[in-house]
C-alpha cells in the first residue's frame, strides 16, 4: 500500500511511504514456509449463533504434521472432521479463539459497530493474544500475519488505528487454501462454533437451522410466537434481515 502526502504551498514536498512488503513478492509468497500466524471466524452469516474468532500461530517445521493429519480448508470437511481436526490441532500450536456471544454482538451493532468494526477488532485481539503466548524467541521469528480477507486494508486501519505488526500482515482471499495457519484458525473458530450451536440445540430441544434462509426465518418465528422477540433476540444476530422477516410472519398468523 503507498501513502502519498502533497503539500500544495510551495515547495511542493511529496512523502511515499511503503510498507516493507513488496507486491510483487507477495504475491508469490509460499506462507506455509514462514513462520505465519493465521486469522479466521466462522458463523459471521448465520442468525442463530454467535460469532467465532480464532489466531494460531504455525512455525513452518509443524506444517507437515499438519497436512499429515488432515487440515486443509474447512470448507472442504465435514462437521465431524472439523470437531476431530479441532483436538488434534489444540495441542500442536498455540491459539487463541473469541467468542461473541448474541448479547455482545447485539450491543456493538446496537452501539453503531459494523460487522467490518467487529472482525477487524477481534481479528487484531486474537493475533495479539496468540503473540504473547509465543516464547520471545518465538516472537522475534514470525515472519508473516495472514488474515481471510473481509475488508480493504485502508477500512482495517480505518477500525484498528495501530494494528498489529502492520508490515507483517497480509489480507489473502481464500486465505485457508493459501495458508495451513488460516486453515487452523478457520477449524478452531468452526469447531467452537460448532460447540456452542449444539448447546442452544440442548436448550431448545431441537436442532437449530443454519444460515439465514426462509427455513431459519419460520424456525425463528415460531420460537419469537412461543416465547416472544426479547427472547429470539439473545439468540440471534439481530441486524439480519431476518428479524424483520420473523415480525412479518408473527403479524401474518395474528391477522389470519
Known amino acids: 500500500m503507498l501513502s502519498l502526502i502533497y503539500y500544495t504551498y510551495p515547495p511542493v514536498v511529496i512523502q511515499v511511504y511503503a510498507y516493507e512488503k513488496n507486491i510483487k513478492e507477495r504475491l508469490n509468497m509460499n506462507y ?38 488432515g487440515v486443509k480448508d474447512s470448507k472442504n470437511l465435514s462437521n465431524g472432521t472439523v470437531r ?28 453503531g459497530w459494523n460487522i467490518v468494526k467487529l472482525k477487524a477488532v477481534l481479528h487484531d485481539h486474537c493475533i495479539r493474544n496468540v503473540y504473547e503466548k509465543l516464547d520471545s524467541g518465538v516472537q522475534q521469528d ?28 497480509h489480507q489473502e482471499t481464500k486465505a485457508e487454501s493459501k495458508s495451513i495457519a488460516v486453515a487452523c484458525a478457520s477449524i478452531l473458530a468452526r469447531s467452537k462454533y460448532l460447540e456452542q450451536m449444539e448447546n442452544l440445540n440442548r436448550h431448545l430441544k431441537t436442532e437449530v437451522p443454519r444460515g439465514a434462509s426462509g427455513k431459519t426465518d419460520a424456525f425463528a418465528a415460531k420460537i419469537a410466537g412461543r416465547h416472544g422477540m426479547d427472547y ?21 398468523k395474528r391477522s389470519m
Open 32 to 69: 506455509d514456509q514462514l513462520n505465519t500466524i493465521g486469522s479466521d471466524e466462522a458463523g459471521v452469516g448465520d442468525y442463530f449463533g454467535p460469532m467465532t474468532v480464532c489466531a494460531a500461530h504455525v512455525p513452518a517445521e509443524k506444517v507437515a504434521l499438519l497436512r499429515e493429519l
Open 84 to 111: 476431530k481436526l479441532a483436538r488434534d490441532i489444540i495441542h500442536i500450536v498455540p491459539y487463541s479463539l473469541v467468542i461473541l456471544d448474541n448479547p455482545s454482538y447485539n450491543e456493538k451493532i446496537d452501539a
Open 142 to 169: 514470525v515472519q508473516a500475519i495472514v488474515i481471510d480477507q473481509f475488508t480493504t486494508e485502508n477500512a482495517y486501519r480505518k477500525y484498528v488505528p495501530e494494528p498489529f505488526r502492520p508490515e507483517l500482515i
Open 232 to 252: 429470539l433476540d439473545n439468540m440471534t444476530k439481530k441486524h439480519f434481515k431476518s428479524r424483520q422477516k420473523v415480525m412479518d410472519l408473527l403479524r401474518q
